[in-house]
């Protein structure tokens, strides 16, 4: 019976990669048998550098490091690793319990745990065990976060659809200012996360306007100062609606900021300069731009010469300096990217 638990025990392990660390070249040798014959996919490197790599370009579920080694310690191993990869499990190898890092160091690196070198591998078996049914548990957590975060998501899009056939202005307008705002952290520069925050915040960065009164929110005539100001609200009430959910944690400053002006005179907040979210400043040139260029009831379109002339005088007073020539280089020097975003979302 034991076998035939040990068989299938062997055949779920084939789905964890572990890579062991240690510049001793009989511990990896002993390691590579113990962890085959347990089922585990294994990788044994005896430089240290050379596991930083790896451990870069590959996947790997679980670390054994080796404490004392050359060229570097292992804590400075770890330290190095976690500055691009916070989930990696790592167990510390010590060939005496008195070289171990101290605790505050073990902590600040998150290792999560650490033995003696022995001949028998008994309590690194357990340790080794222990964080494979971590790993499988924090997994099995991201698999229902993801299907919750997909629900939520999905929740949150029908109300912006419930927005847009309300508002015909509405519809296609947050498509575009998601893809203008991607447009402008493209040439920036911007990091994938930082992308996907425009991404998602442009899509949302209107939802707020579902508590704003059908008889404002289509009104095809001048808005009174009353009526203004509820419009003003659709931020806060934006924000507020995404505050339930952490997945929309980085994009809340999106969806509340993106009116306030670079001289302060924007809402809701009147944030001035560099106090306004960045990520909100490049989605305000977006929204802005999308406003210009989208015919209303009460007005046309305006000509890319207007737009251009408009954005050079409101530069430094209601738009980001620096973001705003970046902009204007777009739409001088790449305008074939913005015609091409303006016919997907025509």
């Known amino acids: 019976m034991r076998k035939g638990l040990q068989n299938s025990e062997n055949v779920e392990n084939r789905n964890y990669k572990i890579i062991a660390v240690d510049d001793e070249e009989g511990i990896i040798d002993s390691l590579s048998i113990f962890l085959k014959r347990s089922g585990y996919e294994f990788t044994g490197v005896t430089n240290p550098i050379e596991a930083i790599e790896k451990v870069k370009n590959e996947h790997f579920d679980l670390m054994i490091l080796d404490f004392i080694m050359t060229p570097i310690h292992g804590d400075q191993v770890v330290e190095k690793i976690r500055e691009f990869n916070k989930e990696l499990y790592i167990l510390l190898l010590t060939g005496h319990k008195d070289l171990a890092p101290p605790l505050e160091t073990i902590r600040r690196l998150d290792i999560q745990g650490y033995c003696?070198?022995?001949?028998?591998?008994?309590?690194?078996?357990?340790?080794?065990?222990?964080?494979?049914?971590?790993?499988?548990?924090?997994?099995?957590?991201?698999?229902?976060?993801?299907?919750?975060?997909?629900?939520?998501?999905?929740?949150?899009?029908?109300?912006?659809?419930?927005?847009?056939?309300?508002?015909?202005?509405?519809?296609?307008?947050?498509?575009?200012?998601?893809?203008?705002?991607?447009?402008?952290?493209?040439?920036?520069?911007?990091?994938?996360?930082?992308?996907?925050?425009?991404?998602?915040?442009?899509?949302?960065?209107?939802?707020?306007?579902?508590?704003?009164?059908?008889?404002?929110?289509?009104?095809?005539?001048?808005?009174?100062?009353d009526e203004y100001s509820e419009i003003k609200n659709h931020p806060s009430i934006g924000a507020h609606i995404l505050s339930t959910a952490t997945i929309f944690k980085n994009m809340i400053p999106i969806v509340k900021h993106h009116h306030e002006r670079f001289d302060g005179h924007g809402y809701p907040s009147q944030l001035k300069g560099n106090d306004i979210p960045y990520l909100a400043r490049i989605t305000a040139i977006a929204d802005s731009f999308d406003a210009m260029t989208s015919k209303r009831t009460y007005r046309d379109s305006m000509s890319l010469e207007t737009v251009i002339e408009e954005f050079e005088r409101c530069k430094g007073t209601q738009f980001d300096p620096e973001l705003t020539d970046i902009f204007l280089d777009i739409l001088n020097n790449h305008l074939d990217e913005i015609k091409e975003i303006q016919e997907k979302y025509k």
């Not at 690194?124 to 790993?135: R, V």
């Not at 229902?144 to 419930?162: F, M, P, V, W």
């Open 116 to 225: 003696e070198k022995s001949d028998k591998f008994d309590q690194l078996l357990l340790l080794i065990e222990s964080g494979i049914k971590s790993i499988a548990q924090m997994n099995e957590i991201k698999k229902i976060n993801k299907e919750l975060e997909n629900a939520y998501l999905e929740s949150i899009e029908t109300l912006r659809y419930t927005v847009e056939a309300k508002d015909s202005y509405t519809r296609g307008h947050s498509d575009r200012v998601s893809e203008y705002s991607v447009l402008i952290g493209k040439h920036i520069g911007l990091s994938e996360e930082d992308l996907r925050t425009l991404r998602i915040g442009g899509l949302f960065h209107d939802i707020g306007k579902i508590g704003v009164p059908d008889s404002i929110l289509l009104k095809d005539t001048k808005l009174t100062d």
